[in-house]
C-alpha cells in the first residue's frame, strides 16, 4: 500500500470514446504528477500540479486533459486517443514538488486504445 | 536522444551474491540521482538517493556509487535476496527543473535461487 490508489486499473477503449483516470493520494502531499510509461521505454512525465496549480505542462497533446481539484485528487481526462496512446499511466505524489523529493507512485491504469 | 541510459535490460544474479546495476548518462547538469525498485503490476517505489556532490551513499543493503567523471552511478545490492527481484529504474534531475526527472528505460533483475 502505497497511499496512492489508481482507478482504474485496466481500461479499453475506443478511439471516439472519452474516459477519465482517477488518483487520490492518502499521504498529505502537496504535488502530483501524472507519468505515461510506453513499452521497454522510460517514464516520460505529462503533467504536475503544486498545491492544486499546474506547474508543469510537458507538451502533451490536448486530448490528454488534467484535472486537480484538491491536493489529494487528480484526474486525467481522456478523449480521441490514438493507438500510440495505449500504454501505463501513472500517478505519483510528493510532499513538496521538487525532483529531490521521493515521489510515491500509485499501481498504474494499463490503457489500451483499439 | 536518451539522456539517461541503463544499456542492460536484464541482468541475472545468484542468491546471496552481489548484484551491480549501472546507469550511464550525457548530461553533466544532473545534480541528483535516484534509484526506483518496480514489481509487476505495481507502481515504482524509491529505493535510493545520491547527490552529485557526493560519491557514495549508503542504507542497509543498497549502495549507489557516482563516477562523474565517466557520468556513470551504479547501484549494489548485497547480499542479494529473492525479494530483490525487480525492474529498477534509475533517474537524474536536471539542475535547471523543479520538477522533471529523466528516466531510464530499467534493467529486469532476476536473483536465481
Known amino acids: 500500500e502505497t497511499g496512492v490508489t489508481q482507478t482504474p486499473r485496466h481500461l479499453v477503449m475506443g478511439m471516439t470514446n472519452k474516459k477519465s483516470l482517477k488518483c487520490e493520494q492518502h499521504?498529505?502531499?502537496?504535488?502530483m504528477y501524472w507519468y505515461k510509461q510506453s513499452a521497454k521505454k522510460p517514464l516520460e512525465l505529462m503533467f504536475v500540479?503544486?498545491?492544486?496549480?499546474?506547474?508543469e505542462n510537458n507538451s502533451v497533446p490536448s486530448r490528454f486533459s488534467p484535472e486537480c481539484p484538491n491536493s489529494s485528487h487528480l484526474f486525467l481526462h481522456l478523449h480521441t486517443l490514438q493507438p500510440e496512446d495505449s500504454a501505463l499511466y501513472l500517478c505519483?505524489?510528493?510532499?513538496?514538488?521538487?525532483?529531490?523529493?521521493?515521489?510515491?507512485f500509485g499501481d498504474g491504469t494499463r490503457l489500451s486504445i483499439l | 536522444d536518451q539522456q539517461v541510459k541503463q544499456n542492460s535490460p536484464s541482468l541475472s544474479v545468484q542468491e546471496g551474491r552481489i548484484s551491480i546495476l549501472n546507469c550511464d548518462y550525457t548530461?553533466?547538469?544532473?545534480?541528483?540521482f535516484l534509484w526506483y525498485k518496480k514489481y509487476p503490476a505495481e507502481g515504482p517505489t524509491f529505493l535510493i538517493s545520491i547527490s552529485s556532490i557526493k560519491d557514495k551513499n549508503e542504507d542497509g543493503r543498497f549502495t549507489v556509487f557516482l563516477n562523474k567523471s565517466a557520468k556513470h552511478l551504479s547501484l549494489h545490492i548485497v547480499p542479494s535476496q529473492p525479494g530483490d527481484s525487480a525492474v529498477y529504474f534509475c533517474?537524474?534531475?536536471?539542475?535547471?527543473?523543479?520538477?522533471?526527472?529523466?528516466w531510464g528505460a530499467g534493467t529486469k533483475l532476476i536473483i536465481k535461487p
Open positions: 505519483a505524489s510528493s510532499q513538496q514538488p521538487g525532483t529531490v523529493q521521493p515521489q510515491h
Open positions: 500540479y503544486n498545491f492544486k496549480e499546474q506547474t
Open positions: 499521504l498529505g502531499h502537496n504535488a
Open positions: 548530461n553533466s547538469m544532473f545534480d541528483y
Open positions: 533517474a537524474a534531475s536536471p539542475q535547471d527543473s523543479n520538477y522533471q526527472l529523466i
